[in-house]
């Protein structure tokens, strides 16, 4: 935007990068404020980077990812991720969209939706919560040692959010395509799922 004379507000960068970075033939742009952007000495919302990173692990690749990462860190940009966990990160955020694209249902889409802009609490208490019901004690304890810190996978949570939804709604088939589709990506479902 800087070559064009127009000097935008922090919010004006944040709102752009985001919407940019939801659409494929964008995601180039969005990169390029984004780094304009740092260049200047904002920072972006946290909401700007995740959108950032969800575009390039959807409509790129992993490289591509890890490339931005490698080019902000020397400037104290997101200093305590390690190439393992942004990797899991990347992958995770692919497996999400690829999980939300699948479906045609429109209350799991929405379901799905409502998981990643309001987080996974109310699931992951849930799961927790039935485990122990189940007399699945030790595992539920295991894989939520502490309620803010649980050691559970996020991808378990919505993958199992995702079947509930199914199973509730009398769709039993797309239940079982979402567990197998679960098993194929290699996660690990809990005694709950």
């Known amino acids: ?18 919407l940019l970075a939801t659409e494929h033939n964008f995601i180039g742009d969005a990169k390029e404020l984004f780094l304009e952007m740092l260049d200047k000495g904002i920072k972006p ?17 992993l490289e591509k990812g890890k490339e931005l990462l490698k080019q902000i860190q020397p400037e104290g940009i997101l200093p305590g991720v390690d190439e393992g966990r942004f990797t899991e990160l990347m ?3 692919k497996l999400y969209a690829d999980l939300e694209m699948r479906t045609t249902d429109k209350d799991v889409q929405e379901l799905i939706r409502d998981i990643y802009l309001n987080g996974m609490e109310k699931e992951s208490w849930g799961m927790f919560s039935a485990m122990l019901e189940d007399g699945n004690v030790d595992e539920a304890m295991r894989l939520f040692q502490s309620t ?14 995702v079947i509930e939804a199914y199973i509730n709604g ?24």
Request: proline letters at 7%; glycine letters at 6%; a negative charge.
């Open 1 to 18: 935007m800087l070559s064009y004379g127009i000097t935008p507000s922090p919010c004006t960068y944040n709102l752009l990068i985001a």
């Open 45 to 61: 919302f946290l909401g700007t980077y995740m959108a950032v990173f969800n575009g390039i692990a959807c409509m790129e690749s």
């Open 91 to 93: 992958k995770a955020m």
């Open 148 to 161: 803010s810190q649980p050691r559970i996978h996020p991808m378990v949570i919505v993958h199992t959010a």
């Open 170 to 193: 009398g769709k039993t088939e797309g239940a079982l395509q979402t567990f197998l589709d679960m098993l194929a990506a290699e996660i690990t479902p809990t005694s709950y799922t």
